[in-house]
């Protein structure tokens, strides 16, 4: 199993920016596609972005796609999500989940390892 532990949530207005991370201990982090979902209230858990095990591809939901970034160092475990330009509509619990066997990168259920998520707030 690997451990995952997501930070760098918060308040912040519209038009600005933040940077998630998420830290993982157990398994070898770097032999795992990474993902990024997040679940506003009320509606269901969807897919942000996602990452190779390498690092060598991205992918993204059309509603983030230019303005956010997923990146991975395997050296220190760790995956980050940064956010520009947030809307209010990207206010959501935003979780980092660990892939280890094949499947789909958009698809929550194909995710085997998830964190307890972190809180991002963008007022208007």
């Known amino acids: 199993q690997v451990q995952l532990v997501e930070a760098g949530g918060g308040l912040v207005q519209a038009g600005g920016s933040l940077r998630l991370s998420c830290a993982a201990s157990g398994r070898t982090f770097s032999s795992y596609p990474m993902g990024w979902f997040r679940q506003a209230p009320g509606k269901e858990r969807e897919f942000v972005a996602a990452i190779s095990w390498s690092g060598d591809s991205t992918y993204y939901a059309d509603s983030v796609k230019g303005r956010f970034t997923i990146s991975r160092d395997n050296a220190n475990n760790t995956v980050y999500l940064q956010m520009n330009s947030l809307k209010p509509e990207d206010t959501a619990v935003y979780y980092c989940?660990?892939?280890?066997?094949?499947?789909?990168?958009?698809?929550?259920?194909?995710?085997?390892?998830w964190g307890q998520g972190t809180q991002v707030t963008v007022s208007s």
């Open positions: 989940a660990a892939r280890y066997y094949s499947g789909s990168y958009y698809t929550t259920g194909d995710y085997n390892s």
